[in-house]
């Protein structure tokens, strides 16, 4: 599988070393070189210093043939745009933006983007620790994207 991550942050860091271990292809996007440095010495995938939200970058790293596209910068717009492209312009078929703040979760949501927002998923998972029943928002992420079978 060919993966594309934009942004290399912890989250991106570590969504590379993982998929590249499970034998995925994987090239990380960030803008800054220094962010590479948290990814492991070991790391077999490509690291470009470059925009995501670029459509001619992603072109020249041949993200159309992508089957996944990760938009995990820390700006919730940036990684909105990222996977706008990826998914209405690129085709690639698999696209999740990460997203901070609920309010434009919801919004990027409805608009049909798949997108994860991490604040909603930490409250979900500290309302459970302590007993509530968490917050149905934050498995709204699932219904959105195919099981692993469907997939393939």
Do not use: W
């Not at 948290?38 to 790293?61: H, K, M, S, W, Y």
């Not at 500290?126 to 219904?143: C, H, I, N, S, T």
């Amino acid at each position: 599988m060919r993966t594309i991550i934009v942004g290399c942050g912890r989250v991106g860091a570590e969504l590379a070393g993982t998929l590249s271990r499970a034998g995925h292809e994987v090239t990380v996007i960030d803008i800054s070189s220094q962010a590479f440095n948290r990814l492991n010495g070991d790391f077999p995938g490509q690291a470009i210093r470059g925009d995501g939200t670029d459509e001619d970058v992603l072109r020249r790293l041949g993200a159309e043939n992508a089957d996944y596209f990760f938009a995990l910068t820390e700006g919730d717009n940036r990684n909105a745009l990222a996977a706008q492209l990826a998914r209405d312009t690129l085709r690639i078929p698999h696209v999740i933006a990460k997203i901070n703040d609920p309010v434009r979760a919801a919004a990027y949501r409805a608009m049909g983007l798949a997108v994860i927002c991490r604040t909603t998923v930490m409250v979900d998972m500290l309302a459970r620790f302590v007993g509530l029943p968490g917050d149905p928002r934050a498995g709204e992420l699932a219904a959105q994207l195919p099981s692993t079978a469907e997939a393939r």
